[in-house]
């Protein structure tokens, strides 16, 4: 792997040596644009049209365009020289809770190894991270443009830094077509209903639900042997003083009420919501339980082995009979839209029910 940014993470007073690689590497089948008269690969050239030659990569430039056909050009030293301090510095700002941060923000996930000289600084803040269950929200110049960043820890080995949106580039809801079809906002769901079963809420980057396990989780589902003097009680995924996620079994009760329901101040179960009217008619009570029962029913531990890009095995699958000469490829039917929606909550869990005796398949 080649690293693509070589700085330090500055962590108070304290630089720790980096390198940076990409984390995740995309899987996506590619095509090729052909001429279709005779199967030849199109070339795309850097031409110039006013010399009227092709220009080779040592001789482009960079520019900014401040007017129309007008530019000022940026040199490697102009950027060299930017008086940025994240130029070549991850600058730690802040240590917030992972699940904090919205996963909208995510972007991209590099890894970080140490450098030269940073080995045991690199070891001293990732393990404190862990034991605090802790992400950093941090800054760093990439790409010409300073990101804005999340520090966390990996499998309890590294630490990944993930890039972020700036809430200014997150489009605003009320930019969608339909966005008075979605409804007010639920402002009196009774406490429990928003919740995962056992009160865990979704993780952010240094939780579950990123696609790797906790802080102080080994990926292996076995919590840290060790906790530090003075820190919270890590629940078993790593997070600190939160109640284990993960299904209940079957027939246990869900924040001390049963199927799944949250409880009134009197301890009697409540109706999970209260009807509301959005764009397409009201939820009813018992639709919405039915709902609740079939989260409840799906939700497992994270596991991402289970799953497979079946777009691109498919279409492989289509490449290669095109090879052995066979054309026949045959399309599922175009999902139905939903008639009667007590009637289709109950069919998903019938058949939830017997995926589960024959072997659920990977998803």
């Given at each position: ?65 401040y007017a129309p056909d007008r530019f ?60 605090r269950g802790r992400v950093a929200i ?140 959005g764009g397409d008619g009201a939820v ?80």
């Amino acid at each position: 792997m080649r690293s693509l940014w070589r700085g330090v993470i500055s962590f108070g007073l304290v630089n720790i040596p980096v390198r940076m690689y990409l984390a995740v590497e995309e899987k996506a089948v590619r095509f090729r644009q052909l001429h279709q008269r005779c199967g030849t690969p199109i070339r795309y050239r850097r031409w110039c049209p006013r010399c009227d030659v092709e220009v080779a990569a040592e001789e482009l430039a960079r520019g900014y365009e401040y007017a129309p056909d007008r530019f000022v050009l940026i040199t490697d030293e102009d950027l060299a020289r930017l008086p940025l301090p994240t130029a070549r510095a991850i600058e730690i700002l802040d240590f917030v809770q992972g699940e904090a941060i919205d996963p909208i923000y995510f972007q991209r996930t590099y890894y970080l190894e140490p450098a030269e000289g940073g080995g045991k600084a690199y070891r001293l803040l990732r393990r404190a991270m862990d034991l605090r269950g802790r992400v950093a929200i941090a800054k760093v110049a990439l790409r010409n443009k300073e990101t804005l960043a999340c520090l966390r820890t990996f499998r309890q080995r590294a630490l990944a830094l993930v890039a972020m949106a700036y809430p200014d580039e997150i489009r605003p809801l009320e930019a969608l077509p339909a966005f008075a079809a979605l409804g007010p906002p639920e402002t009196s769901v009774p406490a429990g209903a928003d919740v995962a079963p056992g009160g865990a809420r979704a993780a952010g980057p240094g939780g579950p639900a990123d696609g790797g396990p906790a802080p102080g989780h080994d990926g292996q589902g076995r919590p840290p042997a060790v906790t530090a003097a003075g820190s919270a009680p890590l629940r078993p995924d790593g997070w600190p003083g939160a109640a284990p996620s993960g299904p209940p079994p079957d027939g246990a009760a869900v924040d001390g009420t049963a199927a799944g329901r949250p409880a009134e101040a009197d301890g009697r179960p409540a109706s999970p919501v209260a009807a509301r009217t959005g764009g397409d008619g009201a939820v009813d009570d018992r639709e919405l339980e039915l709902a609740l029962h079939l989260i409840d029913r799906l939700t497992t531990r994270f596991d991402p082995d289970r799953y497979r890009d079946r777009y691109r095995e498919a279409l492989l699958t289509v490449v290669q009979r095109k090879l052995q000469g066979q054309e026949a490829v045959v399309a599922p039917p175009e999902p139905a839209p939903v008639v009667d929606l007590m009637e289709a909550l109950r069919a998903s869990l019938e058949q939830l029910e017997g995926r589960r005796g024959a072997g659920a398949p990977v998803r």
